[in-house]
């Protein structure tokens, strides 16, 4: 069974730093791209950030390039989002999602809150 | 970067009816990367359609979609107490994927 574990949320200051982790398991990592997906408080969904399957090609949305850094261990099945600089329309819960292949995302995890308050 | 406009922005449907959802883009969308979603209150996203039409692994065949270029429509042909969530549309290309801003579909 695929299983996305997403750990790392919480309450952080504006300004300040936040790392979110994703343990994957049920599949072989490495085969697959990996991306990130939020959702702000009643609001629809939001591409965040994307990795190819060797890490070595990562991508961007434009509400967070130069703030965000994602990356993976495909020895450890994990993926890592390092948020910077964090905003208060950065609040959300942060999916980490499965690429499928097909430009789409075929699994989800349930999601960790972040929320940017001072 | 494409836009995705969803309409209608929510639905009023009793059970049993057919609901048919629009996802228009701001230009040419492949059509092996428009997918379509359903999130009900609480949940994390779940794949419905992908490559336009194709059903993803265990969604029933009263789901379908269709679509080419610029619009793109998900039929759901006979309503069922579950089915009442929200839907978007999302696509991808160079690069960059976009979401829809979703539909509601409600229980009138």
């Known amino acids: 069974e695929v299983q996305l574990l997403e750990s790392g949320g919480g309450l952080v200051q504006p300004g300040r730093s936040l790392r979110l982790s994703c343990a994957a398991s049920g599949f072989s990592f490495s085969n697959y791209g990996m991306s990130w997906v939020r959702q702000a408080p009643g609001k629809g969904l939001e591409w965040v950030s994307g990795?190819?399957?060797?890490?070595?090609?990562?991508y961007y949305g434009d509400s967070v390039k130069g703030r965000f850094t994602i990356s993976r261990d495909n020895s450890k099945d994990t993926l890592d989002l390092q948020m910077n600089s964090l905003r208060a329309d950065d609040t959300a819960v942060y999916y980490c999602?499965?690429?499928?292949?097909?430009?789409?995302?075929?699994?989800w995890g349930q999601g960790t809150l972040v929320t940017v308050s001072s | 970067e494409i836009v995705l406009t969803q309409s209608p922005g929510t639905l009023s449907l009793s059970p049993g009816e057919r609901a048919t959802l629009s996802c228009r883009a701001s230009q040419s969308v492949t059509s092996s990367y428009l997918a379509w979603y359903q999130q009900k209150p609480g949940q994390a996203p779940r794949l419905l359609i992908y490559d336009a039409s194709s059903r993803a692994t265990g969604i029933p065949d009263r789901f379908s979609g269709s679509g080419s270029g610029t619009d793109f429509t998900l039929t759901i042909t006979r309503l069922e107490p579950e089915d009442f969530a929200v839907y978007y549309c999302q696509q991808y290309g160079n690069s960059q994927w976009t979401f829809g801003q979703g539909t509601k579909v409600e229980i009138k």
């Open positions: 999602v499965r690429n499928r292949g097909g430009g789409n995302f075929d699994y």
């Open positions: 990795i190819g399957r060797s890490g070595g090609r990562t």
